[in-house]
């Protein structure tokens, strides 16, 4: 082992094994990044070690003990009062063969991803400490990803395991009633933190590229531990059916390239073929939720050798049953563009007319993008290119405003 | 997804206020920037210096040119603002009423490119 990536891997499993043995999550999951902090320092120079995961727990055991016995030093100091216990400083290796005794490794990795998914997070904060304590990044990675100053992401960071910690959660599994809905929650972290790095074209690019492969992992991970959830299935699968298509997304020149128009030859075969497989697998079991019926969708379209040979009414169908299952305006939407593909543009434009008086996306630049599309089918190209405007002035998006510009444009 | 806070005014929207309701405006501001600092959410947050120091640059046939102003004769100009990363538009526009400057002389609220969400 002689890679970074893989030493991050071993983060969830050395917190789990610090939390496990001295309770404290919070100071636990600092001194584990120090302990990080310290191997990037001394591993290129000292040479790496044999066991980089016994390393680690030894040596972010004892930074964690100096931090407990410092604390308890300082409250005694200010309050000089009580004598607070700390841990033994560990013996080297100790921890680790403890650790291996237990075989708990996987489930510590599912237990950090329900605690740093806690409830009483927002979900910004629930990506940044997850991307921290299961991820293994640094705060000033975290950062950069998120066009944030180190300072705003390390408050929140530190904010979101004060939180925890208030809110009393304990370093176990939530209770099985419980699971499912906190799972949910988990998956819909790692579906925000694919979507931080597949949305954004500009500034830290690579950055945000590794934040997609971090998500399609952190879902791997999820599998390989809940293989039976098929919701969990369905969310591998469509990160994967999503990001097989990103090499033919963007143009040289940074403007985004619809599906329609993609180069299919640029996408990624290999990672198509485990989506496909995982969905086709999934579907076949039941019961179906949302995450399956958008990988299904993604798939169809995945499996489509060109635009025109695409199953719209495979599509519709999904679109259908998903609407059904997790209605949201979003998913009306994106089914009116499946009805206009089957029955006609002017099926799809009466569906959005039904949406304009749902007032959490009429403003929206994507009600307006999808209507200046269905205009253009119609061939209504004075309409069409008005609504191309408009939604070039609604989205927030540069890539996308360039790209509805455009095609305002080419309308003549 | 980030949003940015805009105050606009003047002199006399500014002066008008008196010094004492001035001086608690900036105390009840810097609390807020410090709660919203704790949470995570505040990316930066600066006062604009007075317009006599504002410079315009244009580069016109290859050349910069650096003028002052042009502001003096505007109504209204930047006073301060303060870039915000949190959850929603909703949260946004919460913060924003909680502002100080809410109850003077409104608080413009304008989400960034590239960071609000979009569809993958």
Redesign the interface.
């Known amino acids: 082992m002689t890679d970074w990536r893989a030493v991050r891997r071993l983060v969830p499993e050395v917190l789990g094994a610090l939390v496990r043995r001295y309770g404290h999550f919070d100071a636990c999951e600092d001194a584990v990044q120090e302990a990080l902090v310290a191997a990037t320092a001394q591993w290129p120079v000292q040479g790496w070690p044999e066991n980089p995961r016994g390393w680690l727990v030894t040596v972010a055991s004892r930074r964690l003990a100096d931090q407990l016995r410092s604390d308890a030093a300082r409250r005694r100091r200010e309050e000089e009062a009580y004598a607070i216990r700390t841990p033994p400083p560990p013996a080297g290796g100790e921890v680790y063969r403890d650790l291996e005794a237990r075989g708990r490794t996987g489930d510590d990795t599912l237990t950090l991803l329900f605690l740093c998914c806690h409830p009483a997070l927002?979900?910004?904060?629930q990506v940044?400490l997850t991307l921290r304590a299961v991820g293994g990044l640094s705060t000033a990675e975290i950062a950069r990803a998120?066009?944030?100053?180190e300072?705003?992401?390390a408050?929140?960071?530190s904010?979101?395991k004060q939180r925890i910690k208030a809110a009393g959660a304990s370093f176990d599994l939530p209770p099985p009633a419980e699971q499912a809905e906190r799972l949910g929650v988990v998956l819909h972290v790692v579906y925000l933190v694919?979507?931080e790095g597949?949305?954004?074209t500009?500034?830290a690019q690579l950055l945000r590229a590794e934040l997609t492969a971090e998500a399609i992992r952190l879902a791997r991970e999820l599998h390989r531990l809940v293989p039976g959830d098929g919701e969990v299935a369905g969310l591998l699968g469509l990160l994967l059916l999503?990001d097989a298509r990103r090499q033919a997304r963007t143009a040289p020149d940074g403007s985004l390239v619809p599906l329609s128009e993609q180069d299919r030859t640029l996408w990624n075969t290999k990672a198509i073929a485990e989506g496909v497989a995982l969905v086709t697998d999934t579907l076949s079991r039941g019961p179906i939720g949302p995450y399956q019926l958008q990988a299904a969708i993604a798939a169809v379209h995945d499996e489509a050798p060109t635009a025109e040979v695409t199953d719209w009414p495979q599509i519709l169908a999904l679109y259908t049953v998903l609407e059904r299952v997790a209605p949201n305006p979003?998913v009306t939407l994106n089914r009116a563009v499946a009805v206009a593909k089957v029955q006609g543009p002017a099926a799809g434009l009466a569906r959005l007319d039904a949406l304009s008086a749902d007032e959490r996306i009429s403003a929206s630049h994507?009600l307006v993008s999808v209507r200046a599309h269905l205009l253009e089918m119609a061939a209504d190209h004075d309409a069409a290119r008005a609504s191309y405007q408009e939604a070039a002035r609604r989205?927030?998006?540069?890539p996308?405003?360039r790209h509805l510009l455009t095609r305002a444009a080419r309308l003549g | 997804m980030?949003y940015m806070l805009l105050i606009y005014g003047n002199e006399e929207a500014f002066s008008s206020v008196g010094a004492e309701a001035f001086a608690e405006i900036l105390r009840a501001t810097d609390a807020l920037n410090q709660e919203l600092?704790?949470?995570?959410?505040?990316?930066?947050a600066y006062g604009v210096a007075d317009q006599v120091n504002a410079k315009m640059v244009r580069v016109t046939g290859g050349t910069p040119v650096v003028t002052d102003g042009p502001f003096a004769e505007a109504k209204e100009y930047l006073g301060s603002f303060t870039i915000l990363?949190?959850?929603s538009l909703e949260r946004a526009l919460e913060i924003a009423a909680r502002n100080p400057a809410a109850r003077y002389w409104g608080v413009e609220v304008r989400?960034?490119?590239?960071?609000?969400?979009?569809?993958?």
């Open positions: 927002t979900p910004p904060s940044a998120f066009l944030v100053p300072a705003t992401m408050q929140r960071i904010r979101a694919f979507n597949y949305t954004a500009s500034g999503t979003t994507h989205t927030t998006s540069e996308e405003r | 980030k600092f704790e949470s995570g959410e505040l990316v930066g990363d949190c959850d989400p960034l490119m590239h960071e609000a969400n979009v569809e993958p």
